[in-house]
């Protein structure tokens, strides 16, 4: 599952589908506007055409935005809390791996997720953008801002991860 709104969380669902070969679907909130997510405003998501229960587990990937769990996750969350067995929660976000418990940080999202999930969430794992960017440009706010994840910057340490978080999926499964 799937909500994205510039592109990068949509490549790392479609990356994610592709390496497991299981099934993706988007969620698609009933008005898309930008605006109204950051003022926490969120008038629920559309209904989804796979059967949430009868999966094992759900990867749920989107993005955090200026530290937050935005609606559309939010609203994913609380809509299928109930038939939800296991969930893992993959982001492309902005922050890093070294400010993940700042203010804007995706650690405090991730606590706020197993929060929620209260012992479904098996684990969280974040793929910041910044991986992608050349060293000059790591902390350079419109660099982060007009990167997105894509097959040709897909490389390097964000592979590296990549492959550290499928070998992480097996090894929960087994367990």
């Known amino acids: 599952m799937y909500y994205s709104n510039k592109g990068s969380n949509k490549f790392l669902a479609e990356k994610i589908s592709e390496s497991l070969s299981c099934d993706i679907e988007e969620i698609k909130p009933r008005i898309n ?10 008038l629920g998501i559309r209904p989804l055409k796979h059967n949430i229960k009868e999966y ?6 989107g993005p955090i935005w200026m530290g937050k769990f935005i609606p559309p996750l939010r609203s994913f969350i609380r809509k299928y809390n109930t038939k939800i067995n ?18 804007f940080g995706h650690g405090l999202v991730f606590k706020e997720v197993e929060k929620m999930l209260n012992g479904k969430c098996v684990f969280c794992q974040a ?6 960017l050349p060293d ?36 929960t499964e087994r367990n």
Do not use: W
Request: glycine share 6%.
């Open 127 to 132: 793929f910041p953008v910044g991986l992608v």
């Open 33 to 42: 506007i930008f605006l109204l997510f950051l003022m926490n405003i969120h």
């Open 136 to 171: 000059d440009q790591k902390e350079d706010p419109e660099a982060f801002m007009k990167t997105h994840l894509k097959d040709e910057n897909f490389k390097g340490e964000i592979q590296e991860r990549f492959t550290e978080f499928l070998g992480k999926l097996t090894e």
């Open 86 to 103: 296991q969930l893992i929660f993959v982001s492309c976000c902005g922050s890093t791996y070294v400010k993940k418990d700042e203010k």
């Open 56 to 61: 094992e587990r759900v990867i749920l990937c």
